[in-house]
Each structure stands twice: as C-alpha cells, then as structure tokens.
C-alpha cells in the first residue's frame, strides 16, 4: 500500500496537524515506509506464538483489590496553598 501526499494533508488535518509542503514532501516517504514495514509484519506466521505479558518470565506481586479513602487528606492538603474544612481552595473562574 502506497500514500500520496493528498493522503498525508488529509490524515494531518484529521490528526489536527499543520503541515506545509515541505513537511508533505518529507512525510510522505517516511510514512510509505512504516506502512511498508506493517507489510513485512502482517506477513508473518504467528498462529502458535502466545501474546507476551513480559519480556522477564516473572510474577508480578499484586496488592488487595480494597476500596479505601487513603486515610491522607492531611499529608495532601498540606501541599495545597490555601484550604478551608478540609478542601481545596482555588480561584473563582465562572462569574
């Protein structure tokens, strides 16, 4: 699969990217190239490769799944300028 550069403009102006012609003519070829890498990848056998959840065979600790308020409101609003009853007092944005 090949890309021109109306192609590019079009997924830049989807992706809400600027890009003038210079950048077309240096994205173009970079983007026909990782398409042409994805057609390397696609085009390999990978029916009896399992989906790899870590490079280091290893088991990860994993930690009670407990619903808690962190019991540290204290120690977090100690970093805040300006509390009032125990919240956060920030500056009025809507009159």
């Known amino acids: 699969m ?3 550069k109306n192609t590019v ?10 890009i003038d012609e210079a950048g077309l003519e240096k ?3 970079k983007l026909n190239g ?7 990848l696609q085009a ?3 029916d009896n490769v399992e989906p790899l959840a870590n ?3 290893i088991e990860l600790k994993l930690r009670t799944d ?6 540290c409101a204290d120690k977090v609003l100690a970093n805040a300028p300006e509390t009032t ?8 944005v809507v009159e």
């Open 2 to 4: 090949s890309i021109d």
């Open 9 to 18: 403009r079009k997924v830049a102006s989807l992706a809400r990217l600027e």
């Open 27 to 29: 994205m173009t070829p």
């Open 34 to 40: 990782i398409l042409q890498w994805i057609e390397q």
């Open 44 to 46: 390999l056998n990978t």
């Open 55 to 57: 490079v280091a065979n």
């Open 66 to 71: 407990a619903l808690t308020d962190g019991n």
């Open 85 to 92: 009853a125990g919240y956060f007092v920030v500056p009025k």
